[in-house]
Nanobody
Framework: QAQLAESGGGLVQAGGSLRLSCSAS????????MGWFRQAPGKEREFVAG????????HYGDSVKGRFTISRDNAKSTIYLQMNSLKPEDTAVYYC?????????????????WGQGTQVTVSS
């Protein structure tokens, strides 16, 4: 069974950096579109970043452009989210997700596999 597992969350001061990891296992993700989402208390789940494993094209949410970078290590079946210049409003649970097609989507309901999430807290 295909699974995703996030790690790397934590507490960081504003202006700091964190790198999240998402390890994929139990399935063939080579043609999937992979995404990072986040959800803050009382808010809807928000698209953060994504890329097509087959195309390598990346996409970013407007609120993180220029600060966050999505990348992958195919040998380790892992994708990363490098987060720089963090702000208190970046505080949320961050989720890794996989969509069983190579076409991109910014909509959570279009994704088929989800990780358990990792908490990121940015203090002011």
């Amino acid at each position: 069974q295909a699974q995703l597992a996030e790690s790397g969350g934590g507490l960081v001061q504003a202006g700091g950096s964190l790198r999240l990891s998402c390890s994929a296992s139990g399935g063939t993700f080579s043609n999937y579109f992979m995404g990072w989402f986040r959800q803050a208390p009382g808010k809807e789940r928000e698209f953060v970043a994504g890329f097509g494993r087959a195309t390598g094209v990346t996409h970013y949410g407007d609120s993180v452009k220029g600060r966050f970078t999505i990348s992958r290590d195919n040998a380790k079946s892992t994708i990363y989210l490098q987060m720089n210049s963090l702000k208190p409003e970046d505080t949320a649970v961050y989720y890794c997700a996989a969509r069983k097609t190579w076409t991109p989507s910014l909509t959570p309901r279009d994704y088929d596999i989800w990780g358990q999430g990792t908490q990121v807290t940015v203090s002011s």
